[in-house]
């Protein structure tokens, strides 16, 4: 299974290119790239990791759009698309991702699962909220959403009058 994962929250204005040009490149990153972004072979199953953000939902559209070019099966019967829900997405990016996403899934019969933590404790699992080649709907939380995390392991930031607070103050330590 090949899978790709897109959208893990890079810094506004921050590119994979802009990254390569910043750092320097290993010399074994050409003959690993060349291995690891080669294109699937249609047998492969292949799993795309969608964040319902820009970077994710543009990689969704080339395959949706060209996916023999992308070693696909040309009825996408070999893609699957999932999504992590962690119930603190914004409103307006469950909408967008609904109203344009969603619609294009459906017409290819792409397989989409919308997936949430079952709870607290690794034991509590994990949760489909749906599994299907007909979206219609996004379910933006399950049992347990990362704020509630966030809340329990008392991790949430601080604001005050528009400004983060550090709770403890790191910043003038060195």
């Known amino acids: 299974m090949l899978i790709m994962s897109v959208g893990v929250g890079a810094p506004a204005g921050h590119s994979i290119a802009r990254a390569f040009e910043e ?14 972004l080669s294109p699937p072979s249609p047998d492969d199953q292949v799993l795309l990791s969608l964040g319902l953000g820009a970077d994710s939902a543009l990689i969704l559209l080339r395959l949706l759009a060209d996916p023999v070019g992308h070693g696909l099966r040309e009825d996408l019967s070999n893609l699957t698309v999932v999504t992590s829900m962690t119930g603190d997405e914004w409103s307006d990016t469950i909408e967008l991702a609904r109203l344009h996403l969603l619609p294009l899934m459906a017409e290819k019969g792409v397989r989409y699962v919308q997936v949430a933590r079952g709870g607290r404790r690794d034991a509590d699992g994990y949760v489909v909220l749906s599994d299907t080649r007909h979206p219609v709907d996004i379910e933006p939380a399950g049992p347990w959403t990362l704020s509630d995390e966030l809340r329990a392991s008392g991790t949430l930031p601080m604001y005050s009058g528009g400004k983060h607070i550090w709770c403890v103050n790191c910043t003038n330590r060195f």
């Open 23 to 36: 750092s320097p490149v290993p010399a074994f990153a050409p003959a690993l790239a060349a291995h690891v």
